[in-house]
Every structure is written in structure tokens, then in C-alpha cells.
């Protein structure tokens, strides 16, 4: 019997999504959606995720969650190709990480680069949320749950989804072959592996706002890329520019095209020969961010568009996602069955063990 290909993937409800998420995941993610290569594709909202360093603030989680689902709509996502679901709403992954939590030392999450990273950050070295410590073991959760062969994520996802793989190992060594190890999927254009925020920061982040809306009006991003970080020390248009670090040639990096510069800025055949202008002296930052803001209007005015459409039926959104949670859950609860089965700990289904124990305690 062929294996299936299963794809699963998310994203935490803090905040609209922006370019980066599109740029990092969401395009691919429809893409592989129309592929036809995969026979499953889940795709949730992490609210129980995002809840482990927003406890305090839950209206924030909950507001986001038709956010999230918008954006996901609006940039193609299918309902009837891909099961969109709310993670809190899928109890078996919580029985599931309270099961793999046995097969993790605390060093080995403290080694965890992106938890270190995500820690320093939220600046919480003194004071970790558990939740928030172990959520590489709720990931685990969320992928083996699916059966997924496929993570597509960014580069900063790898140490998880290293993680989410020993934990796979250490249970089929341990209980048997029962779980299935993901292989993680990166962006293809070395750009959009992970997209600087327009301050040049290195991430693009919601909490920093540095970031670029998927749903930002067209005045919003015109704005936004006026404002963006270039080469300080490019003072003027004779100077020779520099390429590294700066984002606006990244962001063309992640979103041109060849054919933008028929439309766009026809004294170019292509972005290289723009780059070399650049670096040699002579072009200004101002006609480089113009071809960036005409191509980035380009790629998000449609998004935008359907946004809007999706938006007068909000009821109809709620109902995709309700139905999508009953689908993931009838997955998920045939994994933790079987899970449960492996560790002997199905005690009511397990008719062996009912007999074997009767005639034990008979002979007696």
C-alpha cells in the first residue's frame, strides 16, 4: 500500500499575517494545495499555541482567530482541498503531548535554539510559562496527530521540527512502529526563507511593527516602503549602493519577477541588471522602492480583494472552520487510538487483556 503524502501546517492567531508568513509558507502552501501531489492538507489556527505568552490576554487570541482565517482565504486557501482547523478545539493533542512530555528531557528543550531565541525575546529567561517551555512538544503533537510526511515552514521552524523527529524516533523505538517523522519543506527562493522586517531587523515581527500587512490598504504599504530600510551609507544617487542587508533589494529578491520590469521599470531587463546599476553608483534609493511598492501592489491587491469578499459572510468563515475542526478530530482521535494501543494503555479495547486477567485471577 503507497503511503500518503499529508501536509500540515499553522499559524499563531497574535495578528493579522503579514508578507513574511506569505512569503515563508503561505504562497507554497497553496501551491502544494494545487498540486495534486498531496492527499491530505491541514492547515490550523494555533490559538492554545499562542495563548502559552498571551495568557493574560486572551481577547487578543480570540479576535485573531477569524483574522488568520481570512488571510488564509484570501490567498487561496480551499476548504474543499484543505481542512482548516482551530487547534484548541482538538483535545486529543493535549493527551498526546501529555504522553510525549515522558520522552523529553528539560536540557534537550533548553538546547532548543528557536525556544532560546523565542525566550530572549519575550524577555522571558526569569520567568518561562511551562506552556510556553514545552511547545515543542505540543508541536510534535499537532504534526504526528495528522499522520504529516511534509512541514513546510521557514528556516527558524527546523530546530521543532528536529525536535517533533526524536520524539517520533523515541516512541516507535520504544512502543513499536506507530508514528510517522515529517520531513520539513523550506522555501525555495533563498529570500523568502526569512524575510527581514522593513526596519532591516532581522525578523519581520508583529510586536515590532516592522512588518507589512496582508490586508494593509494600498496607502498603508505605499508608506511602509517609502519609509523602509536601504544602505545608510548610500547619501547619493552617484554613490555605489550596498546589496547586503538591505531590504528592499531583499524584499525584490523574495517578489520580482522579470516580467515586473516590462510593466514597471522597462530600462531593465531583470532584477541583476537593476542590482548591478545599484552597486556600480548612479540609482537612486527612490526609483528602487517605486519598483518595489508597484510590484508589491501587484501581488496584494487580489489578496486583498478576496479579503473583502470573505469578509461580508463572516458567519459562513466560523461554519469552514467548525467543519474543519469535526474533520481534524476524527483524524487526530484514530492516531491517539492507536497511540493508546502501543502503550498497552487501552485498557477497555483490549479484549486480550480482559480475558488474560480473568483467567488469571480464576485460577486462583
Known amino acids: 500500500m503507497k503511503k ?6 499553522g499559524d499563531r492567531p497574535t495578528g493579522r499575517l503579514h508578507i513574511g508568513h506569505y512569503v515563508g509558507s503561505l504562497r507554497r502552501r497553496v501551491e502544494l494545495q494545487n498540486s495534486g501531489i498531496y492527499n491530505k492538507v491541514f492547515v490550523f489556527i494555533a490559538d492554545a499555541q499562542a495563548l502559552t505568552d ?3 490576554n486572551p481577547e487578543k487570541v480570540r479576535q485573531n482567530v477569524i483574522e488568520v482565517a481570512l488571510d488564509y482565504l484570501a490567498c487561496g486557501l480551499d476548504p474543499s482541498k484543505t481542512t482548516m482547523f482551530i487547534q484548541s ?12 512530555m515522558d520522552l523529553v528531557t528539560v536540557s534537550r528543550l533548553q538546547r532548543n535554539p528557536t525556544v532560546k531565541t523565542e525566550i530572549q525575546m519575550r524577555n522571558f529567561e526569569t520567568s518561562i510559562p511551562v506552556g510556553f517551555f514545552t511547545y515543542p512538544i505540543s508541536q510534535a503533537a499537532d504534526i504526528t496527530a495528522f499522520r504529516a510526511t511534509t512541514v513546510p515552514v521557514g528556516e527558524d521552524q527546523e530546530p521543532m521540527i528536529e525536535q517533533t523527529r526524536e520524539i517520533v524516533r523515541r516512541f516507535n523505538f520504544i512502543y513499536g512502529d506507530t508514528l510517522v517523522e515529517p520531513e520539513i519543506l523550506l522555501p525555495d527562493n533563498a529570500a523568502c526563507l526569512r524575510l527581514p522586517g522593513t526596519d532591516g531587523q532581522a525578523k519581520m515581527s508583529k510586536s515590532l511593527g516592522n512588518c507589512i500587512y496582508l490586508s494593509d490598504p494600498a496607502d498603508e504599504v505605499e508608506k511602509k516602503i517609502r519609509s523602509m530600510y536601504t544602505d545608510p551609507t548610500h547619501l547619493r ?3 555605489p549602493g550596498k546589496l547586503e542587508g538591505n531590504t528592499v533589494f531583499t524584499y525584490l529578491d523574495a517578489f520580482c519577477r522579470d516580467e515586473h520590469f516590462q510593466r514597471y521599470l522597462p530600462d531593465y531587463a531583470n532584477l541583476q541588471e537593476l542590482k548591478d546599476h545599484y552597486t556600480r553608483g548612479g540609482l537612486g534609493d527612490v526609483k528602487v522602492k517605486r519598483l518595489l511598492a508597484a510590484v508589491m501592489q501587484e501581488t496584494l491587491e487580489p489578496i486583498r480583494t478576496r479579503r473583502k469578499e470573505f469578509e461580508k459572510d463572516i458567519p459562513a468563515i466560523y461554519d469552514i ?5 469535526e474533520k481534524a478530530r476524527e483524524t487526530a482521535s484514530k492516531t491517539l487510538d492507536d497511540v493508546r494501543k502501543a ?3 487501552n485498557y477497555f479495547d483490549d479484549e486480550a487483556l480482559i480475558a488474560e486477567q480473568s483467567a488469571r485471577f480464576a485460577r486462583k
Do not use: A
Open 89 to 100: 478545539q482538538i483535545p486529543e493533542l493535549t493527551e498526546l503531548s501529555f504522553y510525549y
Open 343 to 345: 502503550m498497552k494503555i
Open 321 to 325: 472552520l467548525k467543519q474543519g475542526c
Open 4 to 9: 500518503e503524502k499529508i501536509i500540515l501546517t
Open 54 to 56: 498571551n495568557m493574560d
Open 237 to 239: 544617487v552617484s554613490d
